[in-house]
């Protein structure tokens, strides 16, 4: 390969120019560390305790559908619609359906109401008022002998801070960019000294 670069031609790149790939790959990482961002958010949450209770066919046989699985997908599925954020939002005008997320705890009758976002007064508020709208939502669809208590009110106490950097991620592209950039440079360099 004449005017190309062969393995051996790779090599001797690499040798000649490693100062240009080693100043391009520290410029590159500290222009992924300049770059990144490190965003703190809180999660707050709540527990329902969920006692479906007995009730009976229309033959006066008792049931207990202890499906706690599908329940939950029920709440889940209530808390997605139209009806449910135009309710939360008459009452807390912060709220995000994006940051609400309903939990089962491994198929019990703990259901846990939780919410993430950058302000820990309005998490708590937006749990809170959630838990109260789930509750009257969802007993009107259910049973009469179904009763949901909220064992753990959403706190400030007991909410917790989610850090999310990226500083890592950035660094470690930044500096493969590099590495990437100060061989072309120097590659190119080496092809065209070699044409002279």
């Known amino acids: 390969m004449d005017n190309g670069i062969g393995f051996q031609s790779i090599f001797t790149v690499v040798k000649k120019y490693w100062w240009v790939i080693a100043l391009t790959f520290v410029i590159g990482a500290g222009a992924g560390l300049m770059t990144a961002k490190t965003n703190v958010s809180y999660e707050s949450m709540a527990k329902i305790y969920v006692d479906k209770g007995f009730r009976e066919d229309k033959n006066g046989n008792g049931l207990n559908d202890n499906d706690n699985d ?20 008459k009452q807390v005008k912060q709220f995000n359906p994006e940051q609400l997320s309903i939990d089962s705890n491994n198929g019990t009758n703990i259901i846990a109401v939780k919410y993430s976002g950058s302000d820990i007064t309005d998490n708590v508020k937006v749990v809170n008022q959630a838990t109260k709208q789930i509750k009257t939502d969802f007993l009107k669809l259910s049973t009469k002998n179904t009763q949901m208590t909220t064992i753990d009110h959403a706190s400030k106490k007991t909410s917790q801070k989610i850090i999310f950097s990226n500083k890592k991620t950035n660094m470690l592209m930044g500096a493969i960019y590099g590495i990437i950039i100060g061989f072309v440079i120097s590659a190119l360099h080496f092809i065209l000294a070699r044409k002279k």
Not at 70 to 89: C, E, G, P, V, Y
């Open 70 to 89: 599908r329940f939950w997908q029920s709440i889940n599925a209530i808390t997605k619609t139209d009806k449910f954020k135009q309710q939360m939002l």
